[in-house]
């Protein structure tokens, strides 16, 4: 899981997105039970949670505003 690094994420259903990692490995990751706390409350809202984006810095997904899940988290998940 070194330099693990996400190159395709793309929205699926619900909290659902389905992500590809720099050394192949992919899959589906739910986010639902996952968005607690102050950052990550608002995504509740599908429509603002449908709206991120890979990081160019952090080469994970971001939304507007701010948040982010770690890669390795997501890798995990996966």
Do not use: R
């Amino acid at each position: 899981m070194k330099n693990c690094e996400i190159i395709s994420a793309d929205y699926v259903e619900s909290y659902k997105i389905h992500i590809i990692f720099n050394d192949g490995k992919s899959g589906i990751v739910d986010l639902e039970k996952d968005l607690w706390g102050k950052v990550f409350e608002p995504l509740k809202d599908l429509s603002l949670f449908k709206d991120f984006k890979i990081s160019d810095i952090s080469n994970t997904i971001e939304w507007k505003n701010g948040a982010d899940f770690a890669p390795e988290f997501l890798y995990q998940k996966i």
